[in-house]
Structures are given as structure tokens and as C-alpha cells.
């Protein structure tokens, strides 16, 4: 595709219960960020993939959180038992390479609105 | 650590005006400096970027960013602004090299509105 493709746009859930957020990065990069955006506040970076190397988690907020990401393409976000704080934007951003290739730039997608109610 | 501050959360101009978005940032460390747009229930886009080299950078749609290393800024300008310019902007920052450098650390984001 042209671009980061993210789905579903909108989710609306009620607390407690899971919910798993997409994101199909552009073809042929082989980093991912999710970063979330909750109202107000700038992005918070959550988990970042680069190829076949374990993955940097460091900004996942609990143990609810998850992600997995399956070679290069598709990853999922996973929030286990959501609660009211979890409403954020969730943003997946990718580049063709990360660090030290600085002319990478991240391409964003539209994100992930997502409410708890 | 590094950290970003966007001085105004909202800068409200009229159309044809000037603007200036301000952005400070704290590191113990050189680092890269990036503004991106938010357009309403878009992602992120790039608008510019300092690396290195001269400190004034142009980016697209007309805005430019002067970075000053003395003091720890890296304001956003446009000379004259239009209707479509109204959107959320963001500073950022990250690490040039080491273990984490493709992290960006993001301001909190000023909403700039362009009235008629």
C-alpha cells in the first residue's frame, strides 16, 4: 500500500474487556513504532520492532499491554482487561531503516481512537 | 534523558500572519531536532529536520526552524500563514547515535488555528 495502514480507526470498549489494534507498515521497512497519544499529551513511545531483533518494550505502561509483530509486516497491540486511562490515539509509525540511517524518516498512519467506556 | 517543551499549547493567528511555535528541549548530549504535523485525525508528518550543519532549515509548506544550540532551541517559523496551516504541530528529538537512537521524544504539541 501507499502508506501505514491502521484499523480499526474508532474502538469503542468497555472496561475490563480486551482489545487488539493493526498495523501494516509500508512495504519493505523493516522498523515499527507504536506510540500512543492520549489528549493533551505528546506521544509516548510503547514498543519498537526492527527485523528479526528482540524488540525494545521499554515503553509498554503494564503488563496489559503486548505487541507482536510477525517478521517484517503486520503487528498487533494488544490490551489486556482495558481501563478508562488506556483511551488514547494509538499511533504505528515505520521506517525503512531506524538509528543510525538518520535519513529514514517515519512514515505515521491515521491511528487508533480508542475509548474505554 | 532528553526532554521536549513546547512553550504554547494553542497559538491562535489570523490568516496571512506571521507565526513562530516555540520549542525548547533538554539534553546532556547533541541531539537531532524534528517538527511534524498533525493534520485533524491524520498521523504524522514530517516537516523538517536538523542534523547538522547550517541551523537554519527549510522544510515544506513554507515553514522554516532556526536551531540554537546556546540556547536550547529549535523555534518553528512561517512568514505568513494560510487557512490550511491550522493543525497540531510537534517538536521532537532524538539521540544521534548509541543503543536507543531510534526513539523520538515528543513535546506535548501546539495547536496552531489560522482565523479568517
Known amino acids: 500500500g501507499a502508506g501505514v495502514s491502521q484499523s480499526p480507526s474508532n474502538k469503542v470498549t468497555e472496561k475490563g474487556k480486551d482489545v487488539e489494534l493493526r498495523c501494516d507498515p509500508i512495504?519493505?521497512?523493516?522498523?515499527l513504532y507504536w506510540y500512543r497519544q492520549r489528549l493533551g499529551q505528546g506521544l509516548e513511545f510503547l514498543i519498537y520492532?526492527?527485523?528479526?531483533?528482540?524488540?525494545?518494550k521499554s515503553g509498554l505502561p503494564s503488563d496489559r499491554f503486548s505487541a507482536e509483530r510477525t517478521g517484517e509486516s503486520v503487528s498487533t497491540l494488544t490490551i489486556q482487561r482495558t481501563q478508562q486511562e488506556d483511551s488514547a490515539v494509538y499511533l504505528c509509525?515505520?521506517?525503512?531503516?531506524?538509528?543510525?540511517?538518520?535519513?529514514?524518516?517515519?512514515?505515521f498512519g491515521n491511528g487508533t481512537r480508542l475509548t474505554v467506556t | 534523558a532528553q526532554s521536549v517543551t513546547q512553550l504554547d499549547s494553542q497559538v491562535p493567528v489570523f490568516e496571512e500572519a506571521p507565526v513562530e511555535l516555540r520549542c525548547n528541549y533538554s539534553?546532556?548530549?547533541?541531539?537531532?531536532l524534528f517538527w511534524y504535523v498533525q493534520y485533524p485525525n491524520q498521523g504524522l508528518q514530517l516537516l523538517l529536520k536538523?542534523?547538522?550543519?547550517?541551523?537554519l532549515v527549510k522544510g515544506i509548506n513554507g515553514f522554516e526552524a532556526e536551531f540554537n544550540k546556546s540556547q536550547t532551541s529549535f523555534h518553528l517559523r512561517k512568514p505568513s500563514v494560510h487557512i490550511s496551516d491550522t493543525a497540531e504541530y510537534f517538536c521532537?528529538?532524538?539521540?544521534?547515535?548509541?543503543?536507543?537512537?531510534?526513539?523520538?521524544?515528543f513535546g506535548k504539541g501546539t495547536l496552531l488555528t489560522v482565523n479568517p
Open positions: 509509525a515505520s521506517s525503512a531503516r531506524a538509528g543510525v540511517t538518520y535519513n529514514s524518516p517515519l512514515h
Open positions: 536538523y542534523l547538522s550543519g547550517s541551523t
Open positions: 521532537a528529538v532524538r539521540l544521534p547515535r548509541g543503543g536507543s537512537n531510534y526513539k523520538l521524544t
Open positions: 539534553s546532556s548530549v547533541s541531539v537531532y
Open positions: 512495504s519493505g521497512h523493516t522498523a
Open positions: 520492532f526492527q527485523g528479526n531483533s528482540a524488540p525494545d
